[in-house]
């Protein structure tokens, strides 16, 4: 494999901050070599998962979501759609196609009433298929939002032991802007002269028995949450990031072109736009 030797004293990025302190990569455009990548995954035979929820109304984002993976997610490898949803015939009947080596399975779920309890619930979910069929089906697990469009490149560069994306909002903002919960009898509590970065809820994953780990912490600090009644201010949002903040956790850290809004136009240190957040009238499709 031939390819130019990294030079030391040159960066390929000097825009942008590539590791986090306790040396984490984060992942922009220019900063790794796919075809690299892809050798030592294809060699190691790993398998990947994508999970998603398609709950109640928001099964309408599913065929979009899974048919721009398609074309951008994982291209060239094997993947397993792993599709939540309460609706598993409504999920048939879209009768999405799939490439070779690549297949949907439809997991029934029930559905909530408030919507912050689907969001949330989904850690219960996820850590509950980690033990029953990812640990044999799959290596490595990409848990994502529904209401979403791939448009350029997700490859294996997103692959860790754990992994967690920076939520486009928040990236350049100080601490005091970061919408971490801040009353300390939550377990999602985090102090306000703490924390390295604002992750994003819908983008998370890693090796099966790390997600296992992250979801399975997250949804029991809700249990204890709950039973005191309070609720984090961003929900499964709020317990990730304390989760990552006190384990020192990402491994890994995506950069915004892994997670950008769409009304959010472009900015100077994106080279590309890899997955975007559709807008939606939150309203409208939370009822
Ligand atoms: N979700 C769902 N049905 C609902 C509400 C949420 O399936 O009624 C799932 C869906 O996968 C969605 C995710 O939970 O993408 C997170 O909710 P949402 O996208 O509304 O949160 P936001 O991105 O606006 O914070
Ligand atoms: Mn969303």
Redesign the pocket.
């Known amino acids: 494999m031939l390819y130019p030797k990294p030079e030391t004293l040159k960066p390929p990025r000097t825009d942008v901050l590539t590791v986090s302190p306790w040396l984490a990569p984060i992942v922009w455009e220019g900063s790794f070599n796919t075809e690299i990548l892809n050798n030592q995954f294809r060699q190691k035979g790993w398998r990947v998962g994508l999970t ?7 099964i309408r984002f599913l065929k979009p979501f899974i048919e721009t993976a398609e074309k951008f997610f994982m291209v060239g490898l094997p993947v397993n759609y792993y599709v939540f949803t309460d609706q598993a015939s409504n999920v048939t009947d879209l009768n999405i196609i799939v490439g070779t080596g690549r297949q949907i399975i439809i997991l029934e779920v029930p559905s909530y009433e408030r ?1 912050q309890d ?2 949330m619930r ?1 850690m219960q979910m996820i850590s509950d298929v980690c033990q029953q069929r990812f640990a044999s089906e799959v290596d490595y697990l990409v848990c994502v ?3 979403m469009r791939f448009q350029d490149h997700v490859g294996v560069e997103i692959l860790s032991d754990v992994f967690g994306t920076l939520h486009p909002a928040f990236f350049v903002k100080g601490r005091d802007k970061f919408t971490y919960e801040r009353r300390p009898e939550s377990q999602a509590y985090i102090p306000e002269d703490e924390g390295d970065f604002y992750y994003a809820g ?1 983008y998370f994953g890693g090796k099966v028995e790390e997600v296992y780990k992250l979801t399975n912490h997250c949804h029991h600090a809700m249990l204890t949450d709950k039973a005191n009644n309070i609720e984090a201010i961003w929900h499964d949002e709020s317990y990730l990031n304390s989760y990552f903040l006190y384990n020192k956790k990402p491994t890994k850290i995506l950069s915004p072109e892994y997670l950008w809004n769409e009304m959010d136009g472009t900015a100077f240190y994106l080279r590309k736009i890899r997955f975007i ?1 559709l807008q939606k009238n939150m309203a409208e499709v ?1 009822t």
């Open positions: 998603t929820f398609a709950i109640k109304k928001y919507w689907v969001t989904r939002d529904v209401d819908g957040a939370r």
